[in-house]
């Protein structure tokens, strides 16, 4: 057989193609069971807490990564009624899905509800809320070193020795560690004297809030700092202030950001000057990550923290951070944790 010029060319030009297709092949075959065929896999997210810009970000980073993988997710959402998020675990049992992620909720009524998920045999993570259940890894925004964040600013802004009004309400995980590390600034602190303490999750949990807090400020005129560490909180508060005509003589610090609360912190005068934040839509991503690394076999770990970031006004104003994409693509290290990142992971943000 006479092998032409022509033939050598194709054989070169298929040997290339093949050289080029092997990295792509070799992705595929190593992305682990069952993503290697995605579609089969199924997930739910049962949540408690909706209501507010930082869930709706948590929901699209949730979304994104569960298209990245190419999976089918459930959303069933329970707007805060304990026994309801304890029946659509329940659901999602029946459903026969994959894997479930509990987003917040009350110990007592969703420790039980994941044992029998995890009995079922579905893969289980939690987000902000403890189930009490070393199956089961636990996704954190590392609620003390927020709180740290933001508590360490306001010394810094404000002195060792100052009044404070604080804002909230046990049972709720995130809120019950951000409280464990206000509790052991006020031990260090002695000059801190927390005058007044108040909060709840009614919806709509901000003007709720602000309807307590316009009491609070009446009654003590004399409050230096307002500790509000959730972002809904800090906007109640920030509204009770506004009113007050006390937007000079109280400072807000508080936890957690949006687009909207970027406008907030940057109105002329405004008295919320800083907060301590991670992204909710990475956090969204990262509690998918994590469960699907379990679905592959794989362990993301008993405790998987996003670590966060300080945000104050004089960031926002600096920089003309106005949105949460500005505020992402100026400060990097808030658009992506590396966190329950497997090489086979694909990342949505690229």
Request: no cysteine; hydrophobic share 50%; charged share 25%.
């Given at each position: 057989m006479r092998i032409s010029r022509r033939h050598l060319g194709r054989l070169a030009a298929g040997l290339m193609g093949a050289t080029l297709l092997w990295p792509a092949l070799a992705a595929a075959q190593d992305k682990p069971a069952p993503f290697d065929n995605p579609g089969d896999v199924?997930?739910?997210?049962?949540?408690?807490?909706?209501?507010?810009?930082f869930f709706q970000a948590y929901l699209s980073g949730v979304e994104a990564q569960a298209k990245a993988l190419g999976v089918n997710l459930r959303v069933l959402d329970s707007r805060q009624d304990a026994a309801l998020q304890s029946d659509m675990v329940d659901q999602a049992i029946a459903l026969g899905v994959d894997g479930i992620i509990i987003q917040h909720g009350l110990t007592e009524s969703m420790k039980d509800a994941a044992q029998?998920?995890?009995?079922?045999?579905?893969?289980?993570?939690?987000?902000?809320?403890?189930?009490?259940?070393?199956?089961?890894p636990q996704i954190e925004?590392?609620?003390?070193?927020?709180?740290?964040?933001?508590?360490e600013?306001?010394?810094?802004?404000?002195?060792?020795?100052?009044?404070?009004?604080?804002?909230?309400?046990a049972g709720i995980a995130p809120l019950d560690r951000r409280d464990e590390t206000w509790r052991e600034f006020k031990a260090k602190y002695p000059g801190i004297e927390e005058v007044a303490q108040f909060g709840t999750l009614d919806n709509p949990i901000a003007n709720s809030v602000a309807n307590q807090a316009r009491s609070v400020v009446t009654a003590n005129p004399d409050i230096q700092v307002m500790f509000a560490p959730y972002d809904e909180f800090a906007k109640g508060v920030k509204i009770a202030v506004d009113e007050a005509g006390l937007s000079s003589s109280i400072k807000i610090y508080s936890a957690d950001i949006s687009t909207a609360d970027i406008s907030a912190m940057r109105e002329p005068g405004s008295a919320w000057v800083a907060t301590a934040a991670t992204n909710p839509a990475v956090v969204g991503q990262v509690s998918?990550?994590?469960?699907?690394?379990?679905?592959?076999?794989?362990?993301?770990?008993a405790s998987v923290i996003v670590p966060p970031t300080l945000i104050t006004q004089a960031d926002l104003n600096d920089q003309d951070i106005k949105n949460m994409e500005e505020l992402s693509?100026?400060?990097?290290?808030?658009?992506?944790?590396?966190v329950a990142m497997p090489d086979w992971m694909p990342n949505p943000n690229e």
């Open positions: 199924e997930i739910a997210l049962v949540r408690y807490l909706s209501t507010g810009d029998r998920a995890v009995d079922a045999g579905i893969k289980v993570v939690a987000f902000d809320v403890n189930v009490e259940n070393p199956a089961i925004q590392s609620d003390r070193d927020l709180a740290r964040l933001a508590l600013q306001a010394v810094k802004d404000n002195g060792e020795a100052w009044k404070a009004g604080y804002v909230y309400v998918v990550r994590a469960l699907a690394m379990l679905l592959a076999g794989e362990e993301p770990g693509a100026k400060l990097p290290q808030f658009a992506h944790a590396d």
